[in-house]
């Protein structure tokens, strides 16, 4: 029995449910969109499935890496348009290195055969996700912020969030092991289709904040279906700041502006509370509503964000308050 917490509860799971029926699951409340659901360990015949390419990649993620234990192997389509394209590459690079190469491609459809993985040894790089705040920090504040390990020419998508920072002035330096990120002397703001790197928008939404002209976010629809509406919820809370945001269909707009302290409701969504702690560094008096939500993926995230406001104040000659 398969349950979650009251964000993954409101996750609609309907596409993924009917996808591993077609493949001869048995799902208990095989009619249901959401969980709890109930799935019994039977294996899986395997076959062919179309899903939506719209939604999130984490279903198409999900059945690729259990599709060699498939009697049949798998064939996926998508219908487009495909979303969130970096991460499908991430999960077929990474089975490919233990042994199980996905056919095909996004547009013309994967196929997975039944096979076995085999154990390697495998370094896992840094979470370019979670390393995003912190080089928006950097753009924010002025400072360096350098994560060694990530690698210039990793398959994670979210480094597209440095392309975009580099287009608001950031500078970027990339080498074959780390990534550096300094605060460049301007913050213009940036037209940009982010349906790629999506965990990126609501952090782009904070750093527009302080932008010298409007930020439009376009290609993110699928993202009200996350955690939280993030879409409705980032807006909600930027003009509980006193911002103007506006939404769209399929994306928001962000007009500089000067936050005034208050408590920011996070919806018990860790890029909320990370995100929203961007303001911080630069308005005092921004609080986080249920900041211990950031645990999901980040539990030290705090630690780490006080950590770096002391070096910097050392460096600086004087020391923040925690």
Known sequence: RLDGAPPL?????????????????????????????????????????RLPGSMSSQFVSGLLMSAPAMARGLHVELEPPVVSRPYLSLTTATMDA????????????????????????FEIEPDASAASYFFAAAAL??????VPGLSA?????????LDILAAMGAKVH??????????????????????????????????????????RIRGIGFIRAKETDRITAVVTE???????????????????GHPRPTRVETYDDHRMAMSFTLLGLRVPGIEIADAECVAKTFPGFFEAIDGMRRRTARAAGSVPPS
Request: proline content about 6%; overall charge negative; glycine content about 14%.
């Open 141 to 146: 504040c002025g400072g360096r912020v350098r």
């Open 98 to 121: 233990f042994g199980v190469t996905a056919q095909g491609d996004v547009d013309r459809g994967l196929t997975v055969p039944p096979g076995v993985y085999r154990g390697r040894h």
């Open 174 to 215: 990339r080498e074959a092991a780390a990534v550096e990120v300094t605060g460049g002397d301007e913050l213009p703001g940036v037209d940009v289709d982010m349906a790629d790197c999506s965990d990126m928008a609501q952090t782009l939404a904070a750093v527009a904040v302080f932008a010298s002209s409007p930020t």
């Open 238 to 256: 930027l003009r509980r700041c006193g911002i103007e945001a506006e939404e769209e269909e399929d994306g928001l707009v962000v007009r500089p």
């Open 9 to 49: 509860r409101r996750r609609p799971m309907g596409p993924l449910v009917s996808a591993l029926t077609d493949l001869g699951a048995e799902v208990e409340e095989a009619g249901r969109d959401h969980l709890p659901l109930t799935v019994l360990g039977r294996g899986l015949a395997g076959g062919s499935v």
């Open 153 to 161: 020419t990793s398959a994670q998508g979210d480094l597209a969030f």
